[in-house]
């Protein structure tokens, strides 16, 4: 494989390791901090190294005559998974807004989810790089896994809710939060669709 082409697929393994580095941050902080503008902060240290990294590969993709992937794949991967970072910055940045004081199960238990995915992801794009297409689906069905408990995991924890909670304000704030945390697993099985996309460009 070319030099530039291989570049190609290293950037979005590096794009895909700083969103696990970030999601590994993320679930590991919620048991131990209640600095959560610390928190926000960090995250959006690394949104703007997921940038950082897009800028480059789209640079990298318009000075590359022939891809190994259609160009649009290349972007497409990128920005689908930059939105995973995107959504954990959006909640940390909630959770200082809303004054957050108290980390619940359900939310810990997002976390690993949003991790799990982000380690599929990372898998899935090393196998990318290495042109093992079939071994891509394994990875793909482990997303539509998690994405699926994330689902009943929301319908559970509004039920809860809405059953127990008496606080109007801490319902609605507790609801957002939960919502965006579902949405950022909705935006791993994103990814999983556009890596269905490119198997069967390249079958």
Do not use: W
């Amino acid at each position: 494989m070319a030099k530039r082409s291989t570049q190609l697929f290293s950037f979005l393994v590096e794009i895909a390791e700083n969103i696990q580095t970030a999601t590994e941050t993320f679930e590991k902080e919620l048991s131990s901090t209640t600095d959560f503008g610390s928190l926000a902060t960090r995250m959006k240290t690394y949104e703007e190294t997921g940038d950082d990294l897009i800028g480059r590969l789209i640079t990298l993709l318009n000075n590359t005559y022939i891809t190994p992937l259609e160009r649009e794949d290349f972007v497409e991967l990128a920005v689908t998974m930059d939105d995973i970072i995107d959504g954990i910055y959006a909640v940390t940045v909630r959770f200082n807004l809303y004054n957050i004081k108290e980390i619940t199960p359900t939310m810990r238990e997002f976390a690993k989810d949003i991790r799990e995915s982000a380690v599929e992801i990372t898998e899935a794009i090393r196998k990318l790089h290495d042109r093992k297409l079939v071994q891509l689906r394994d990875h793909i069905k482990a997303l539509n896994v998690l994405e699926k408990h994330s689902d009943q995991l929301l319908v559970a924890a509004l039920r809860t809710l809405f059953a127990e909670y008496t606080d109007a304000l801490e319902v609605i704030k507790l609801k957002e939060v939960y919502e965006i945390l579902e949405d950022v697993t909705d935006r791993c099985e994103d990814v999983a669709d556009v890596l269905e996309s490119v198997i069967l460009k390249n079958a």
